[in-house]
């Protein structure tokens, strides 16, 4: 890329936006995306909104939308079908628009099996799925939500699977192989989503233009948030390997791409709006949380291969419902964690002689080694 240094500069949602305007492109679209947080604000209630309340106000709102299909909905299937693109590729639309492509939508649950948010990818050169760090992806899958959480969310679920299920039958070449979007499982408990988001795209500089008026990454942050916004910007991404670390800087100095953050966020208590998740997040506040989702499909044939493949590449994703525990402490961690040169005592109170046992109990004043 021939800009200025300043374009790293730019908010993440000039990154976004660019992102969207190259996808566009490649598919021959012509869309204007004005990228803002994902949803607006629920209005206020005397007492704060429950779950329940959040997972019926997005729904209803994707359910209105006239910018995305909500593929929970049964009559969904109705709405769309496939579009080619000049480049032997193709993507969804709805029936009564042709050629722009519409964001699919959808409320469901990132299981942490199967999904893979680390940043970098834990990229040390190039393999199989990753040629170099340019073609980086992350990954996400979701999971039905159980009938005893929410029989709603469980139903639209299943409608969902189906739709696409058929979405990509119907544009499948016959006695190929299929591949992508769609995870099978024994049961329908274990089947799941697949969705990726591409971190670099090629900078083109024609898209300055549509994005030349756009703030200071600082004038978006949320009152009392920390500034992170530093890592949203290529220069401050997060890699380890010295293979990554050097690719990044082949990125910066060459001028040949943009970071596009995920496009993830949360609304932490306090914030008027909801705010973007810094790299640093996406696994811990991500991985067995409740979202709405938003995606294009696309499909692409390789017939040396005789293989079809589509692909669900993310436009938002919003957080309803955070993980269980934003933290999962393995055996590992836990020994990691210890505090040696003192034996672990619990609780004050089990310093106390135990009912039945004989002898001092470990870590009192009258435990062997003390006197």
């Known amino acids: ?39 607006t604000p629920m209005p206020p209630k005397a007492s704060a909104p429950t779950v329940d309340d959040r997972v019926q106000f997005h729904r209803q709102r994707l359910l209105d939308s006239t910018k995305s299909v909500y593929i929970g909905d049964p009559a969904a299937q109705d709405l769309l079908t496939w579009t080619d693109d000049d480049d032997g590729g193709s993507y969804v639309v709805k029936k009564d628009n042709g050629s722009t492509a519409i964001r699919l939508s959808l409320i469901a649950r990132i299981t942490r099996k199967d999904t893979f948010l680390v940043p970098d990818g834990n990229y040390t050169g190039p393999s199989e799925y990753t040629k170099s760090l340019p073609d980086l992806k992350l990954s996400i899958a979701l999971g039905r939500v159980s009938e005893t959480e929410n029989e709603v969310l469980s139903k639209d679920f299943d409608n969902a699977y189906t739709l696409l299920y058929n979405l990509r039958a119907s544009n499948a070449h016959d006695d190929s192989a299929v591949l992508g979007v769609l995870m099978a499982g024994a049961t329908a408990n274990q089947r799941k989503l697949k969705l990726r988001h591409k971190v670099f795209a090629l900078f083109e500089e024609s898209d300055i233009d549509d994005v030349a008026d756009a703030n200071d990454l600082e004038s978006n942050e ?6 992170d916004t530093q890592y949203l910007r290529i220069e ?18 060459n001028k040949t791409r943009i970071l596009l953050p995920l496009p993830a966020y949360e609304q932490m208590k306090g914030d008027k709006e909801p705010r973007q998740l810094i790299p640093f997040q996406y696994s811990r506040h991500l991985e067995g949380a409740l979202v709405v989702v938003e995606f294009f499909l696309t499909h692409t044939f390789i017939a040396k291969h005789n293989k079809d493949t589509f692909s669900a590449d993310v436009y938002t994703i919003l957080v309803i419902d955070p993980p269980a525990t934003n933290a999962r402490f393995s055996p590992q961690k836990l020994l990691a964690k210890r ?3 003192a034996y ?28």
């Open 1 to 39: 890329m021939n800009h200025e240094s300043a374009v790293l500069g730019f908010n993440c949602s000039m990154f976004f936006v660019i992102g969207n305007l190259a996808l566009v492109k490649s598919m021959t679209v012509a869309l204007f995306l004005s990228f803002q947080p994902p949803s």
């Open 339 to 341: 505090k040696l040169g």
């Open 236 to 253: 401050n991404y997060p890699v380890k390997s010295n293979e990554a670390i050097a690719e990044l800087a082949a990125m910066i100095n």
């Open 222 to 227: 949320s009152p009392g948030i920390p500034n």
């Open 344 to 371: 672990p005592v619990d609780e004050p109170a089990t310093r106390t002689k135990a009912k039945g046992v004989d002898g001092p109990v470990p870590g009192s004043s009258k435990a062997v080694g003390h006197r």
